[in-house]
């Protein structure tokens, strides 16, 4: 198994600015995954963050506007850029472990834009 | 491509009720099947799994047979109690399609009342 940290759990922002969110796992892993998870819907997968490659974006998402980085196999950052009140969402990490087909998800960080 | 499809919601039953949450699925090859539950304020956890063709994965009170034929794998408790209510999403993923990405359903709340 895997035990995942988010940080911060939770943010209001201001229109215009910029969030960082931070995924620690408690061990190595290889591919990790950020999911945007609307209130009441469910999980939209962002990205797909492998170690020493770059992420692979999901059809709707670009990389000026949810930059992501995976300097090593037990963490990764995603960025929200030039946020609007649309980008209001939960923000989950989530990373699945060598052969195993389960994934393992962090608490999510809970953004609110205004 | 893969597709999820779970009973819509929600749903509501009272303590000791049985409970069936529907999940249909589509995919090549030879999936993995799995439940998940988010309860309130947290990211998701795995609840179980099935990797094969009439496994029958349980836990918590909770299970799900992965029936091929119907492609198919409905989740059921006995008796639930006002701890399992939740949010509850199927998913299914393969190591060998898809990128390794999982493909969740639109997940299912489920409330409990006294």
């Known amino acids: 198994s895997a035990v995942i940290s988010q940080k911060p759990s939770r943010d209001i922002c201001q229109r215009g600015t910029s969030l960082t969110i931070q995924c620690q796992v408690d061990?190595?892993?290889?591919?990790m995954f950020w999911y945007r998870q609307q209130p009441g819907q469910s999980l939209t997968l962002i990205a797909t963050?492998?170690?020493?490659?770059?992420?692979?974006?999901e059809s709707g998402f670009v990389i000026d506007k949810f930059p992501i980085s995976r300097p090593n196999l037990t963490f990764s950052t995603l960025t929200v850029s030039n946020m609007s009140p649309e980008d209001s969402s939960i923000y989950l990490c989530?990373?699945?472990?060598?052969?195993?087909?389960?994934?393992?998800f962090g608490p999510g960080t809970r953004l609110t834009v205004t | 491509g893969d597709s999820v499809t779970q009973m819509e919601g929600p749903v509501t039953l009272s303590e000791e009720a049985f409970l069936t949450i529907n999940c249909t699925y589509t995919?090549?090859?030879?999936?993995?099947l799995f439940w998940y539950v988010q309860y309130p304020g947290e990211g998701l956890q795995l609840l179980l799994k099935?990797?094969?063709?009439?496994d029958k994965g349980s836990n918590k009170g909770f299970e799900a047979t992965y029936r091929k034929e119907t492609t198919s794998f409905h989740l059921e408790k006995g008796s639930v109690q006002v701890s399992d209510s939740a949010v509850y999403f199927c998913?299914?993923?393969?190591?060998?399609?898809?990128?390794?990405?999982?493909?969740f359903g639109d997940g299912t709340t489920l409330t409990v009342k006294p």
């Open positions: 989530s990373v699945r472990i060598g052969g195993i087909h389960e994934q393992y």
């Open positions: 061990s190595q892993v290889t591919m």
């Open positions: 963050a492998n170690q020493g490659s770059e992420a692979t974006y």
């Open positions: 995919a090549t090859g030879y999936p993995s």
């Open positions: 099935a990797t094969k063709a009439d």
């Open positions: 998913a299914l993923s393969s190591l060998n399609t898809n990128a390794g990405k999982s493909t």
